[in-house]
């Protein structure tokens, strides 16, 4: 999923909702952003932060090149879209 397609679709959830990555039916809590070596946007886990918002995600993206996609942990697990869980976003 690309930056610019997020944005896009979730201009009008709430701010609140709590952003997780879902890997074969888990979930994942998303804590951290990193950048990878061409640029793509890796989300981490850690457990010992909190998980992000979606307008502390947008906030910490808002800056980043809108053309780049989303993978979790590192340049090997793409993410293609999302589904809203209660008050979660769930990419995979």
């Known amino acids: 999923m690309r930056l ?3 944005n896009t679709s ?4 709430s701010g ?3 952003i ?3 890997i074969n039916h888990q979930s994942h ?3 951290e952003l990193n950048l990878g070596p061409t640029g793509q946007i890796i989300l981490i886990t850690n457990l010992k932060l909190k998980p992000l918002t979606l307008n502390q995600f947008q906030a910490r ?3 980043l090149n809108p053309d780049e996609h989303f ?3 590192d340049t090997d697990t ?3 879209g999302y589904r809203l869980d209660n008050n979660n976003i769930l990419l995979g």
């Open 20 to 22: 997780y990555v879902e």
């Open 4 to 6: 610019i397609d997020f």
């Open 10 to 13: 979730t201009a009008d959830l």
């Open 29 to 31: 809590p998303i804590s």
């Open 61 to 63: 993206v808002s800056q």
């Open 78 to 80: 793409r993410l293609f």
């Open 71 to 73: 993978y979790y942990q």
């Open 16 to 18: 609140s909702h709590i």
